[in-house]
């Protein structure tokens, strides 16, 4: 047991799921995920030296960093967020106080569900409480994405630490990520839930092929520019990209068709939201992971058996990859009363097809930072 009263605050900051809008956030599209109650809790307090001292409730290690020499930690296995966290909120002005954090992760690493970003984003507001500095959600997401591109080296978009921020309990948040204007959605399903499931596949060369992806809309972007007058690729019309996908080679116009749709689906999802139409809200996402499986490549055989598994049970509406892909998560949208008899099927049929037990998570769609004086 923790004891909190050690400490001077409790801080947290969410992992979140992406309902859809997946490998468009980094092309300026608009996004759809939500905050979870699978969370990074941080406790901390000042302790008048210039180290931040780290530890942690799930692991043995401890970690002391110099706040003068924080980019020697790029390397550590724990802690290299913490630190790239505290070498951006430094290099953005700010007071830094030397202080204990205990850390308490409940998002999984490597789920893709973004416990890099639920420990960066908390660990910037923790420094920011313990040194009395304002606690500028938006502003702290911005610094956590330049944590995660500079010093972890994924050349990620802003909707994980985005969402993580400035989540919102019980709403989605419908992000565009070119002008970083965010609309709260009420999430309601009218008799579906929401259902989270890893496909526990090892994850490997995931950041190399992340940043692959984002080169390949890059070159994308480049060929089209001048050409369809555009900025970003999210501003690609269907229209425009049936006229000039015969200038992209064809792997990069795969991948242009696939954000370019994605974009589409987001706003076909955004309308079934508001409807209430669960069952076109299921299509879109089927129709995002075969996207996500052929055009843009970052599914793998895992997440495609763990798709299929779900979109075969009767009571789901539709079931995709969330997140980064090459292993991690799918989403199902599924009649809430027949939720237990799916996991169970889904479960089954999954190992049974790939030999790797599945984990199902509970969690409801919660707020981003929190921040209690202990
Ligand atoms: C990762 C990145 C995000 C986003 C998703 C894919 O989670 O951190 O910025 O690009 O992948 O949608």
Known sequence: MTDEKAYA????????VNIIGEHIDYCGGKVF?????????????????????????????????????????????????????????????KKIVGCDMLQD??????????????????????????AGEEIDPVEIALLAQKAEREFAGVNCGIMDQYASACGKSGNAMLLDCKTLKCEYVPVKLGGYSLVIINCNKPHNL????????????????????DIAGITCLADLTLKQFDRCASLLHNKIRYRVKHVVEECERVKLAQNAMAAGDMVTLGRLLNESHTSLRYLYEVTGKELDALAAAAQGHPACAGSRMTGGGFGGCTISIVRTEAV????????????KDTGYKATCYEAEISDGITVQKL
């Open 105 to 130: 992760c409940t998002v999984p690493f490597g789920s893709g569900l973004s416990s890099s970003a639920a420990i960066e984003v908390s660990t910037i507001a923790a420094l920011a409480a313990v």
């Open 9 to 16: 605050y409790k801080v947290t900051a969410a992992g979140r």
């Open 33 to 93: 995920p939500a905050a979870l109650s699978l969370k990074n809790t941080v406790y901390v307090r000042p302790n008048g030296t210039n180290n931040i001292n780290l530890s942690w409730t799930t692991l043995p290690d401890k970690v002391s960093l110099d706040t003068e020499n924080l980019l020697r930690y790029k390397s550590l296995k724990y802690g290299n967020y913490q630190a790239g966290s505290a070498l951006m909120w430094r290099r953005a002005g």
């Open 340 to 351: 237990e008899d799916f996991k169970k099927y889904v479960l089954a049929r999954y190992e």
């Open 206 to 225: 995931v950041e190399s092929r992340y940043n692959e992806r984002r080169a390949e809309t890059d070159a994308g972007l480049e060929a089209l520019k």
